[in-house]
């Protein structure tokens, strides 16, 4: 149990249609980060937020976008649904400010897009 | 930027034998490394990790890794497995300065045969 927590856990979307996925981070915990994990892949970083600022990205399009809330909840959107889109996206959360500190992940969203 | 290598995409073995996943990484400035064991159907958590100090570090259920600098290496090992060790394991890095972002590697499917 990591204290991160993810919803929805399971969504089939239609290609072209929107997408927002939430997360919860752990208590005390002031950044988050979102990845996405195709099937048989590893994660791959999508971005960072830290005190509700974007802090780093990774290689994605714009059309994935996200937010951070003043309780360091978060949300990832993605617009424009492509089917390559279908896959894990991981939610993580960790407290900047301590070297080489402990990024806890959620257990994640299986998004299909169809 | 950061890469990493994991040399074997599946390792099947035996219970109680011993096993290695391999992982490479290859970096132009100094990193964190990280493994990170993924349990079906769920998140990623984390198994051990490098900061620094001694290269030999283990984890609470018998895993350990050693980094090798001049081999750019950081091998999991386990003198004898069990049942309940399979799973995919996933060998990380991250910079020490900036966004807190861990590049993973493809993953290690680790299959225990009675």
């Known amino acids: 149990e990591t204290g991160v927590t993810q919803s929805p856990t399971h969504l089939i979307k239609t290609r072209g249609q929107q997408v927002t996925l939430r997360c919860s981070s752990q208590s005390g915990h002031n950044t988050v980060s979102w990845y996405q994990q195709a099937l048989g892949q590893g994660p791959q970083f999508i971005f960072q937020?830290?005190?509700?600022?974007?802090?780093g990205r990774g290689n994605f399009p714009p059309r994935f976008s996200g937010l951070q809330f003043p309780n360091y909840s978060s949300e990832l959107n993605v617009n424009a649904l492509e089917l390559d889109d279908s896959a894990l996206y991981l939610c993580a959360s960790s407290s900047t400010g301590t070297v080489g500190n402990t990024i806890y992940f959620g257990e994640g969203s299986w998004l299909t897009v169809v | 930027a950061q890469s990493v290598t994991q040399l074997d995409s599946q390792v099947p073995v035996f219970e109680e034998a011993p096993v290695e996943l391999r992982c490479n990484y290859s970096?132009?400035?100094?990193?964190?490394l990280f493994w990170y064991v993924q349990y079906p159907n769920q998140g990623l958590q984390l198994l051990l990790k490098?900061?620094?100090?001694?290269?030999l570090v283990e984890s609470i259920n018998g895993f350990e890794a050693e980094f090798n600098k001049s081999q750019t290496s950081f091998h999991l090992r386990k003198p004898s497995v069990h049942i309940s060790d399979t799973a995919e394991y996933f060998c990380?890095?991250?910079?020490?300065?900036?966004?807190?972002?861990?590049?993973f590697g493809q993953g290690t499917r680790l299959t225990i045969n009675p």
């Open positions: 937020y830290y005190r509700e600022e974007e802090n």
């Open positions: 490098y900061l620094s100090g001694s290269t």
């Open positions: 970096s132009s400035v100094s990193v964190y």
């Open positions: 990380a890095v991250s910079t020490l300065q900036g966004a807190q972002k861990l590049v």
